[in-house]
T-cell receptor
Framework: IAGITQAPTSQILAAGRRMTLRCTQD?????MYWYRQDLGLGLRLIHY???????GKGEVPDGYSVSRANTDDFPLTLASAVPSQTSVYFC?????????????FGNGTRLTVT | AQSVAQPEDQVNVAEGNPLTVKCTYS??????LFWYVQYPNRGLQFLLK??????LVKGSYGFEAEFNKSQTSFHLKKPSALVSDSALYFC?????????FGPGTRLSVLP
C-alpha cells in the first residue's frame, strides 16, 4: 500500500541521548515535512524539504536537524534530546508540483524524553 | 502573520443530527483552506479543500465546508452525524510555502 512509513512507532529516550526518527515515502512526492503535535497546539512545522538535496526550517527547528539525500527518505535527528521534545512526531509529504495538493501523513512516532 | 483558529475544543452531537465544526483564519491574499481528520494513533487524513470557485466544497465521508470570505471562516459541516465520525478535526491554511494548522476540535458523536 502506497504511503508514508515512520519508525519507530514509539520510543522512550533518556535526556542527552541522540535519536533519529525515520520516514520513508513511496509516492515519489517532491516535498516532505516533519511536524510535532502537542495537546492544544495543533501541528507545528519543524523542518521541510521541497526536493531532494534541499531543506528548510519551519516554526520550531531548534534542537532538530534533517537531511534529504534522496526523494524517498527524510530522517529527523535530535542531537541531544531534552524533555520538552516529548511529543508525537508526524512525517508528511505532498506533490508540490500539483497546485495546493494535500499533505499525506504517516502514523506518527510517539517520543518520550525522560 | 497567518493563523487559524478553532474556537471549540470539543463538540458533542447526537447521532443523526447535523454537525458543525468551526474554523476562522487570518491570512493575507487568497487563502487555500483544508480540513483534516485524525483518528486515534493515526496520522491526519485529508477531507476536503477550498481553492477557488463555489463556496460550498464537498469532501470525503459526506462532509462539506462553506467558505465565507467576509467572515473569514471555513466551517466543516455534515447533515447527519455518525458515531464513526468521532475524531479530532483540524483546519489548515496553505499560504504557498507551508501549512498552518489550527489547534484541533474533538468531535464526539453520541449514539
Amino acid at each position: 500500500i502506497a504511503g508514508i512509513t515512520q519508525a519507530p512507532t514509539s520510543q522512550i529516550l533518556a535526556a542527552g541521548r541522540r535519536m533519529t526518527l525515520r520516514c520513508t515515502q513511496d509516492m515519489r512526492h517532491n516535498a516532505m515535512y516533519w511536524y510535532r503535535q502537542d495537546l492544544g497546539l495543533g501541528l507545528r512545522l519543524i523542518h521541510y524539504s521541497n526536493t531532494a538535496g534541499t531543506t528548510g526550517k519551519g516554526e520550531v527547528p531548534d534542537g532538530y536537524s534533517v537531511s534529504r539525500a534522496n526523494t524517498d527518505d527524510f530522517p529527523l535527528t535530535l542531537a541531544s534530546a531534552v524533555p520538552s521534545q516529548t511529543s508525537v512526531y508526524f512525517c508528511a509529504s505532498s506533490d508540490s508540483f500539483q497546485h495546493n495538493s494535500p499533505l499525506h501523513f504517516g502514523n506518527g512516532t510517539r517520543l518520550t524524553v525522560t | 502573520a497567518q493563523s487559524v483558529a478553532q474556537p471549540e475544543d470539543q463538540v458533542n452531537v447526537a447521532e443523526g443530527n447535523p454537525l458543525t465544526v468551526k474554523c476562522t483564519y487570518s491570512v493575507s491574499g487568497n487563502p487555500y483552506l483544508f480540513w483534516y481528520v485524525q483518528y486515534p494513533n493515526r496520522g491526519l487524513q485529508f477531507l476536503l479543500k477550498y481553492i477557488t470557485g463555489d463556496n460550498l466544497v464537498k469532501g470525503s465521508y459526506g462532509f462539506e465546508a462553506e467558505f465565507n470570505k467576509s467572515q473569514t471562516s471555513f466551517h466543516l459541516k455534515k447533515p447527519s452525524a455518525l458515531v464513526s465520525d468521532s475524531a479530532l478535526y483540524f483546519c489548515a491554511v496553505d499560504y504557498g510555502q507551508n501549512f498552518v494548522f489550527g489547534p484541533g476540535t474533538r468531535l464526539s458523536v453520541l449514539p
